[in-house]
């Protein structure tokens, strides 16, 4: 479960809520004579932390079809009872990702149609079309930001010890083997959670055996026992030994903080990592390159970057509104306030104004339009209760033994079977 | 009673008592010292004790309690706990001394199987309930004044409803062995009156129930209030949840400032801290559990 | 506190208007309706839900029967099953074998009307009012490998909760820290309750106070010293909570508990496989609960 948990600062904080006040002002004189009666139309919400939450409020109050009552739940008990909530009460409209883990809930009717919203939306990229178009050719979500996983550092690092980004995984190896010389744990690793082993397995695949071959794995139509992933886990071997150990019982901010101090070299995950180094006021020394190059006839142009958005109820109380607000929070206008507020992630309307863009926000932007293709996450691209239950678990019981991996696959194959087997 | 044997003995035992007394003190500040810990850091600046570890003296500050308690939302959610948990004991213990007093006094046939659904119930892992409390939850149709979802789910009175039916076993199996302890000869007079069974029920043995009350109230009180499975798989409002999941929030943002959630924590622990300590006496008297009959 | 007395086995002939009877109906009637639908009810349909495969969405015509396939996948191709099943008997016999004994001992000690025992008693059962969340994370600051007491002290660097070799017996000492004051509440209520002729009269023969304990106190204590084992047995494999806020069961703290959880819970819904899981749960509790009710119900007898 990929988690986004995120700790500001408290001058960042500052900066949010004064912006905050200044545009809920503004909305005040523009929209609230213009309100259409009495609607109110719901927004369930798992930005429970501060800011994130503050600039959220903010996004809805540029809403001027009507008030925006937001419901927000701690984002981890909100992922968790999905299924419940989808099922029981919902909000009329509510944060949630996209890929496969968005045409779940399509298929099972649990969402709305919005594709005539999509008809309505203007610059946004094909591939965010793709990723929120659920089986039936409908379009079922709204996206509003992304964020690549790609391999951070700290370029004051490099510089002082004349390190150089590597391309392909020979160049990371000896780059690896440098630093360990240098007293430097050269590869950050958590795995507390079970989802952060699956940023690096991801990236591998995609790697080792390309972009096809990863979205058939995760559609459950390939052997986790067969040759290609295992070679994945070749690949993995020549790798961990370099990586930092006891990554099991480590959160994904604890492996951040070696970042930080200067202790780990460098850290395979997702973008949010940035807050962390916002936090300690270093947002400026944090670079990136994309994940190396493992099979040269497969190349590295492919990024993963998961999609955050917004989806509809099968039944909101008011629909007419609930579409209306969908149509406004995938304006460019809407989104340059999340952006604004968290430089953490990137603007998925490519309309949305780019002037106010850090280095880092400029990088991700360019690899993501380079790349030739775009996957979500192994969560969002596979059955939740495939990649939570089964290859979560696996993955950290390859980092606790990795001899035992033929095994591992094994199991993970019967069970994949086991749960595919069922609708 | 054990005082008159102690102090006919205090020559020989002496050496003893202080084996035992320095066995207890080790013993009981060894359990007071996590939460004395974390009491400690609870008034200590994140960015100190990161300076200077955790084993150092200094960097007091009451901020990390400003902080948790805006961060944290605990107004709100000490509102839905109060709600659920004065209700939830309240409910409980009506319910419990009702079933507890016909089972004591009155003999059917099915007596001992109703007394053992109602222990065994107590007994059952809540998870294996949880499917089919929840669909049941979602059926039932409230009127919106009682519920602004319209539904069990989602609402203090679903989690009220489920957590006096998991209490009421405990309950009722406590009451009962009290109530068998109670003299007959105070019923048998009442019935020559000709007392009806609810005025022996409410006028005669309800204020006799008064400690084992006192000390279910207490214990009751610290478990729901705690409950956290229950309250987070039916809440889907967050403005609903109750003080449990207060720490979440903290925890989900600032899981590395272990002052903060210290603080927290501290402020969590207080409201049923306050009322322990407020029962304490009745708590051991009232808790015989009534097994003692030798 | 409470008496001793003799009464009867039954009261019999008792007469009964029928006012009388439609009151004690309802006295009975609405507890046992409560308890018995949201308890017994759910219990029984989670029984038949092990036998189906069903992802809980939808209406109840999706539901698939499997027979009895979740139980052949988890027994045979679920790998965190039988290490669960393994930590949940390491979680009951370490409650057994140190913290139960130990809350019991306490009691003893504790009953003596010493000096300062309100302070000993206070100091024990602090932590059987905490909250799991509070027990997990105050232990938190103990164990935490990089900013932990324990580490910090010893100069160590042992990832106590994070080890898949030693987090579960982390756990388990913060789990006793709370158990073992349970223990004792409960037990030293049983020791008030203990008529002081029978100590008194032990005191003049001149027994021990240790040959007191053993020969007089400890057999007219044989109910409440089951019901404290059965407890003990109970919160052995309904260990739950603690678990779950360290890291959600994963890892070295597989419980049968948070497998049922992880599968009915969270995103990934599988209610057939986490219902039979529960089923194991309540059949291996059931064995308790029928020791428990026989003691009970001999007592009633």
């Known amino acids: 479960m990929i988690t986004r948990n995120t700790p500001f600062s408290r001058r960042r904080l500052l900066q949010a809520s004064g912006l905050a006040a200044g545009t809920s002002l503004l909305s005040a004189c523009g929209g609230g004579s213009a309100g259409s009666a009495d609607g109110v139309v719901t927004m369930g919400s798992y930005q429970s932390d501060d800011v994130p939450k503050k600039a959220f409020a903010e996004m809805m109050a540029g809403f001027t079809g009507s008030e925006v009552k937001i419901n927000t739940i701690q984002h981890e008990t909100f992922k968790e009872g999905i299924n419940n909530y989808l099922q029981g009460n919902p909000d009329d409209t509510f944060t949630w990702f996209a890929g496969y883990r968005a045409r779940y809930f399509a298929d099972k009717g649990l969402v709305g149609d919005i594709s005539d919203v999509w008809d309505k939306i203007d610059g946004m990229p094909d591939s965010m079309k793709v990723a929120s178009t659920d089986s039936k050719d409908r379009q079922v979500f709204i996206p509003s930001t992304y964020y690549p996983w790609a391999v951070f550092y700290r370029p004051s690092l490099f510089r002082e010890r004349g390190y150089t980004e590597p391309t392909t995984l020979d160049e990371w190896l000896t780059l690896s083997e440098q630093m360990k010389k240098d007293g430097i744990t050269p590869i950050a690793f958590a795995d507390k959670d079970g989802w952060e082993a699956m940023g690096t397995f991801d990236m591998l695949n995609l790697r080792v055996n390309g972009y096809d071959y990863h979205v058939s794995l995760m559609a459950g139509q390939e052997a986790w026992d067969g040759e290609q992933v295992k070679n994945v886990f070749k690949a993995w071997n020549q790798l961990l030994p370099f990586h930092q150990p006891d990554a099991l019982g480590r959160t994904w901010q604890e492996a951040s903080q070696g970042l930080i101090q200067n202790k780990s070299g460098v850290y395979v995950m997702g973008m949010f990592m940035q807050q962390q180094f916002a936090e300690a006021d270093l947002a400026d020394d944090l670079d990136f390159f994309v994940f190396p190059e493992v099979d040269s006839a497969i190349g590295a142009k492919v990024v993963e970057a998961p999609v955050d958005g917004f989806m509809m109820a099968a039944k909101p109380k008011d629909e007419k509104l609930a579409k209306e607000l969908l149509a406004y929070l995938a304006t460019p206008e809407a989104v340059g306030v999340t952006v604004k507020s968290d430089p953490s992630v990137i603007a998925a309307n490519s309309k949305a104004d780019q002037s106010s863009y850090n280095a880092l926000q400029k990088k991700a932007v360019k690899v993501i339009e380079e790349a030739e293709a775009i996957s979500q996450f192994l969560d969002r691209d596979s059955r939740p209760d495939f990649a939570n239950t089964v290859v979560g678990p696996a993955l950290q019981a390859f980092v606790k033994d990795p001899t035992q991996i033929d095994s591992i696959l094994a199991s993970v194959e019967e069970q994949k079977k086991s749960i595919f087997a069922t609708n | 009673m054990s005082d008159d044997t102690a102090g006919h003995r205090r020559q020989r035992v002496h050496p003893a008592r202080v084996v035992l007394h320095t066995f207890l003190i080790v013993i009981s500040l060894a359990w007071l010292f996590p939460m004395a810990w974390a009491l400690f850091n609870s008034f200590r600046d994140y960015g100190y004790t990161l300076q200077h570890g955790y084993l150092s003296f200094g960097g007091f500050t009451l901020d990390n309690y400003v902080d948790a308690w805006e961060r944290g939302g605990f107004a709100n959610s000490f509102w839905n706990s109060a709600v659920i948990t004065v209700t939830a004991v309240v409910a409980t213990l009506i319910l419990s001394s009702c079933a507890a007093f016909v089972l004591a006094r009155y003999s059917f046939r099915f007596n001992l199987g109703m007394l053992a659904v109602f222990v065994a119930a107590n007994l059952l892992p809540p998870q294996s309930l949880l499917i089919p409390v929840y669909r049941m939850f979602r059926a039932v149709e409230l009127p919106y004044w009682l519920s602004s979802s319209g539904s069990l789910l989602d609402s203090h009175l679903g989690v009220i409803i489920i957590n006096v039916a998991f209490q009421t076993g405990f309950c009722t199996f406590v009451l009962s062995n009290y109530i068998k302890t109670l003299p007959k000869e105070i019923y048998e007079s009442a019935m020559l009156d000709g007392a009806s069974v609810w005025t022996q029920f409410a006028g005669l043995t309800v204020p006799l129930l008064r400690p084992p009350l006192a000390a279910l109230a207490t214990l009751q009180t610290a478990w729901i209030y705690n409950e956290f499975f229950w309250a987070t798989v039916l809440m889907q409002s967050g403005d609903k949840f109750p003080v449990t999941s207060s720490l979440n929030n903290l925890k989900g943002s600032f899981f590395t400032d272990y002052n903060l959630l210290s603080a927290g924590s501290i402020i969590a622990a207080l409201p049923v801290l306050a009322v322990f300590f407020i029962l304490q006496k009745q708590f051991v008297a009232g808790l015989t559990l009534g097994a003692t009959k030798g | ?301």
């Not at chain 3, 009637?29 to 989670?46: E, K, M």
């Not at chain 3, 309750?193 to 304990?213: F, H, M, V």
């Open chain 3, 1 to 301: 506190m409470s008496k001793i007395t003799t009464r009867p086995r039954r009261d019999r002939s008792v007469l009964l208007s029928r006012t009388d009877r439609v009151v004690l109906g309802l006295m009975l009637g609405i507890p046992l309706i409560v308890v018995a639908g949201l308890v017994w009810g759910p219990a029984l349909v989670t029984v038949a839900l092990s036998l189906t495969s069903w992802d809980g969405i939808g209406g109840l015509s999706d539901i698939q029967w499997v027979g009895a396939r979740n139980y052949v996948d988890l027994a045979t191709i679920y790998p965190p099953f039988w290490p669960a099943l393994w930590h949940n008997i390491l979680w009951l016999l370490v409650l057994f074998l140190v913290f139960t004994p130990l809350g019991m001992l306490l009691a003893v000690f504790l009953d003596k009307e010493l000096r300062a025992t309100r302070f000993y008693q206070t100091a024990l059962y602090l932590p059987v009012v905490l909250s799991a969340a509070l027990v997990g994370f105050i232990w938190q600051l103990m164990y935490s490998r990089d900013q932990g007491l324990i580490n910090a002290l010893f100069g160590t660097s042992i990832d106590w909760y994070g080890d898949s070799t030693i987090n579960l017996w982390a756990a388990m000492i913060a789990n006793g820290w709370r158990h073992t004051g349970y223990i004792m509440l409960l037990y030293l209520s049983g020791l008030k309750g203990i008529d002081p002729s029978l100590r008194e009269a032990a005191a003049i023969d001149g027994a021990s106070q240790t040959k007191t304990y053993l020969q007089i106190i400890f057999p007219v204590m044989r109910p409440i010293n089951i019901i404290v084992l059965t407890i003990t047995f109970i919160e052995g494999l309904r260990a739950f909570d603690l678990a779950w806020i360290i890291n959600r069961g994963r890892n070295g703290l597989e419980l049968i508990s948070t497998l049922v959880t992880t599968n009915v819970v969270g995103e990934a819904s599988r209610i057939g496989f986490g219902s039979a899981l529960a089923t194991i749960m309540l059949l291996i509790s059931s064995i308790f609960i029928v020791i428990q009710l026989r003691v009970v119900l001999k007592g009633e007898r």
